[in-house]
């Protein structure tokens, strides 16, 4: 995407605690609140604080124990990340989805999530299942007023993943965990699931999970098997994609080592399959660190997918019937626009190595299309012709099916390479209108007249090869037709689902049907559900509901 800022920036996170409750019965009949450690109990009713490093785990719940139903969850703060957070939902943890977590504000110590049980159960164990923003060190309190807090247990560098965490019998209405120190320091704390156990003969009224909860799984039994962690063997593709079929994709995206691996992920593909998708195109990052820098590099330590994490997502979408476009990006780390990198001959070997890397793994997992770049629009030009000739003749040593380019909307009419590839793409965040609030009649106008330029150039260039929109998208908020590449977020900005959907139902309509256009990939979705209102993700809203019925009923 075109942009001075780039899609995945985060806001700063704003500098102060706020409350939120969600609650699926009785009412909470107070608001938390947390003190500073030292001082949250009155004199006399502070209780031993024991501190310990990590608990074993143990590999089953006890026989004898039951599971303690919450009734009520409270937090501190929720992450307002745009496109990045998840959806603020305080009861996440306890809904035994790992696709649904909670996360604090980001850059912010003492955050804390209270569990109410309604009444007084006995605790003796909690299981905690953490995202990869957890605590390193964190502190287990209980209260029979949600006012006034003892202190059960301190946890001292922990390591994340799968907590199982005995306690001493309590008994208790509320329980509180309060993190005390990030594993990250720009992050906030988040868990993807917590259970609360405790003696069968301490809560006669409770019942152990499986009869508590019919048909809900236990984290520990539905995910702590790493999914992506080995290199799998690669499975039949589904056949190369021809110039005929239309391609019904969506944008993969993850900033995340290990998350394309992930039970989260495949659950997301699934019901991107659901949703009629039959095309996913897995973005895969890497970087260098300003515009005139000569290497490209993985970030290996965090935002790059491993090979098997890679692996097991491409497998994954080859198990559930849909084809696969892989499509590696450049970012740079100081958030400047790739368009913008100013390439050298040392730029061009750099990336003739790391784009020739991908063209062999997408030839090993039978990936049914390649992207050899995307929006590098300072690089394609006239000039940098013979560097493309290389580079795309390296890749055809590699991989021997399709390739596809993805140039941004105001670059497509001048790369010098489309006659050497199969298809040509578009990064389509065409400006639309000069209004924040349009018609769909004149967004439809618009996209006709798009439609028609890039028509008369197909065939002023004698370019007898479909068009592909590799990426198309909006946000959900007011005026995104004016500059649509652009993010959108703030107490400023508008929600309006509309004008997305408006946006996307003008498109499709103005070119499906054309002869040459064969194919779009929504601007994006994530591994793992995320939070933004404004946002480009469309997961919930209008836009999701008309992608679907148009991939599903419309598009043969």
Known sequence: MSASCTRAAQEQAAQQQTTETQKTQAPLDQQQTTQPQAAREPAGQQRAVESQAAPEPTTQTPSDLVYLKVQAVTTSSFDDTPDWAPPQNAMAPLDGDLNTRWASKLGIDNQWISFDFGEKKTVTLIKILWERGYAVDYEILASDDGQNWQSLKVLKDQSGGTAEIPLEPVATRYVKILGLKRANPEWGISMWEVEFYGPKNLNPDDRPIEEALPGHKTFTEELKQPLGTTMEEPLSGLGVMTVEEFQKGVVYTSWGRTELGEAASDKTLAYLYAKGVRSIAIMVPWFQDTIDSKVIYADTQKDTPTDEALAHAINTCHRLGMKVMLKPHVDTKDGAWRGDINPSDDWFASYENFIVQYA?????????????????????????????????????????????????????????????????????????????????????????????????????????????????????????????????????????????????????????????????????????????????IIRGKIAEGLLSDWYTNKIK
């Open 360 to 536: 062999k793994f997408a030839a090993t997992y039978n990936v049914e299309l390649y992207c050899i770049g995307t929006e590098l629009a300072n690089a394609t030009i006239g000039g940098y012709a013979a560097k493309w000739d290389r580079i795309i003749g390296k890749i055809k040593e590699q991989y021997k099916g399709p390739l596809i380019y993805g140039a941004n909307w105001n670059e497509y009419y001048y790369v010098s390479f489309w006659k050497q590839l199969d298809f040509i793409g578009i990064d389509a965040y065409f400006p639309l209108t000069s209004t924040k609030e349009p018609t769909l009649q004149q967004l439809t106008h618009s996209w006709g007249a798009i439609g028609a330029k890039i028509e008369t150039w197909l065939a002023k260039e004698s370019l007898q090869k479909p068009v592909v929109f590799t990426e198309i998208g909006y946000s959900s908020a007011e005026g995104t037709n004016l500059e649509p590449w652009k993010p959108r977020s703030g107490p400023d900005v508008k929600i309006d689902e509309q004008e997305q959907a408006d946006c996307l139902q003008a498109m499709v309509e103005a070119l499906v049907g054309k002869t040459w256009f064969k194919g779009m990939y929504w601007w994006q979705y994530f591994p793992q559900e995320r939070f933004n209102p404004t946002g480009f």
